[in-house]
C-alpha cells in the first residue's frame, strides 16, 4: 500500500507560480511511475504530467509544456510539480497518482493509489 498526500496548493494571480509537493508513505516510490493529474469542475480528470521511476523519462500534457515541471526524490518519498506562467484554465484540483509499472502511463484507470487533491485557483 501507498499513502500520498499533496500540498502547495492555493490561490495565485495569473502569470505566477506554485510548487505542489506529493508525500508518500507506506512502501518505497522507487519502483512507481507518479503522475500529476488535475480535474476542473464538470470536466473529467485529465493527466498533467508524469515521471518514471527512475526519473529518467517524463511525459506533460501539451497545455503545460514548457511552464510546468515535475520531478521525484526518491530518499524524500515525494514528488514535486513546479508550475510556471499559470493561467486561469490551470484553475482545478490536482491529484499526485501513483502506478506500480516501469513504462510511463497516462490512462486514469491505469494509476493504483491516489492522493486527497490539493486545490490551485489561478484569478484572471
Same mark, same amino acid.
Given at each position: 500500500?501507498? /499513502?500520498?498526500? #499533496?500540498?502547495?496548493?492555493?490561490?495565485? %494571480?495569473? $502569470?505566477?507560480?506554485?510548487? =505542489?509537493? !506529493?508525500?508518500?508513505?507506506?512502501?518505497? =516510490?522507487?519502483? &512507481?511511475?507518479?503522475?500529476?493529474?488535475? %480535474?476542473?469542475?464538470?470536466?473529467?480528470?485529465?493527466?498533467?504530467?508524469?515521471?518514471?521511476?527512475?526519473?529518467?523519462? +517524463? &511525459?506533460?500534457?501539451?497545455?503545460?509544456?514548457?511552464?510546468? *515541471?515535475?520531478?521525484?526524490?526518491?530518499?524524500?518519498? @515525494?514528488?514535486?510539480?513546479?508550475?510556471?506562467?499559470?493561467?486561469? #484554465?490551470?484553475?482545478?484540483? &490536482? &491529484? !499526485?497518482?501513483?502506478? %506500480? @509499472?516501469?513504462?510511463?502511463?497516462?490512462?486514469?484507470?491505469?494509476?493504483?493509489?491516489? $492522493? /486527497?487533491? +490539493? %486545490?490551485? *485557483?489561478?484569478?484572471?
Amino acid at each position: 500500500q501507498v /499513502q500520498l498526500v #499533496e500540498s502547495g496548493g492555493g490561490l495565485v %494571480q495569473a $502569470g505566477g507560480s506554485l510548487r =505542489l509537493s !506529493c508525500a508518500a508513505s507506506g512502501r518505497t =516510490l522507487s519502483s &512507481y511511475t507518479m503522475a500529476w493529474f488535475r %480535474q476542473a469542475p464538470g470536466k473529467e480528470r485529465e493527466i498533467v504530467a508524469a515521471i518514471s521511476w527512475r526519473g529518467t523519462s +517524463t &511525459y506533460y500534457a501539451d497545455s503545460v509544456k514548457g511552464r510546468f *515541471t515535475i520531478s521525484r526524490d526518491n530518499a524524500k518519498r @515525494t514528488v514535486y510539480l513546479q508550475m510556471n506562467s499559470l493561467k486561469p #484554465e490551470d484553475t482545478a484540483v &490536482y &491529484y !499526485c497518482a501513483a502506478d %506500480q @509499472t516501469i513504462a510511463i502511463v497516462t490512462s486514469v484507470r491505469r494509476y493504483d493509489y491516489w $492522493g /486527497q487533491g +490539493t %486545490q490551485v *485557483t489561478v484569478s484572471s
